[in-house]
């Protein structure tokens, strides 16, 4: 009980620092996917999503809100906020050795509006910022997660941003790993999801970051139901302001 109070705490640290503090940067982009062939739910799905991540002194957010549409009309909504608290900044001292940056306290919110199916999870633990050859940036986060409608479980998730050039060509590979346990009521899930994405923007002006690409994602055991196993490439165009 006292772990989830501290990990409630910093993640209301991280939210208040976001709010009060002028950030170091931020990015807010748009995007816009069209795949088939999903396995759970839809054959057929559309998908808007927003996104929003920033720094500010001590902290960093990520958020993101899907607003998809499948077939027959069916919609849902799922957005995640993960603020992240960073103890080399908070402690004055530096927590980095070999690949290692820092440490971070991480939090995530996870939240599901759909008919019959509404649920929030509230994730909590470690982080630790990497240092990899060639990586734009890349974490490793572990959780605890307490899941509001199946038995509680713990998850890894990796992030990753990789930019590449051909020629005069501005490229960026980019996206998540997740890995969660097997527990009495569902499967153990591995989810990855990867962008592929040229920067046609650059072309429209030097400062205009508009992709086009595609996303391809592998989830085995899709929302922990064992066999429902999916491999889909979607269509990307991405935005950002």
């Known amino acids: 009980m006292q772990l989830k109070q501290l990990a409630a705490t910093c993640a209301l640290l991280s939210a208040t620092a976001m709010v009060q503090a002028k950030p170091i940067w931020q990015d807010f982009s748009v995007t816009g996917l069209y795949g088939e062939n999903y396995e759970v739910v839809d054959d057929k799905e559309t998908t808007i999503t927003l996104e929003y991540a920033a720094k500010v002194k001590y902290a960093d957010v990520f ?3 899907d607003r998809m549409r499948g077939e027959n009309d069916h919609k849902s909504t799922y957005f995640e906020l993960s603020p992240r608290l960073s103890l080399g900044e908070v402690s ?4 980095a050795y070999g690949p290692i940056k820092d440490v971070l306290i991480s939090t995530t919110w996870e939240g599901n509006s759909e008919d019959g199916n509404n649920f929030d999870n509230f994730l909590y633990g470690f982080a630790v910022d990497l240092d990899i050859p060639y990586f734009q940036y890349a974490n490793l986060n572990f959780y605890r997660a307490n899941n509001e409608k199946i038995d509680d479980d713990y998850q890894m ?5 990789i930019p590449l050039k051909l020629g005069s060509e501005d490229f960026l590979v980019d996206g998540f790993l997740d890995w969660s346990t097997a527990e009495g009521d569902h499967a153990s899930e591995l989810n990855w999801t ?3 994405k040229w920067n046609v923007g650059k072309h429209i002006s030097p400062d205009t970051r508009l992709y086009l690409g595609i996303e391809h994602s592998v989830w085995n055991n899709k929302f922990g139901i064992k066999g429902a196993d999916e ?3 979607s269509a990307l165009v991405k935005y950002h302001f």
């Open 63 to 65: 958020f993101f809100m």
């Open 194 to 196: 990867t962008q592929w």
């Open 231 to 233: 491999n889909n490439v």
């Open 157 to 161: 998730t990796f992030v990753y941003g």
């Open 92 to 95: 004055g001292k530096k927590l």
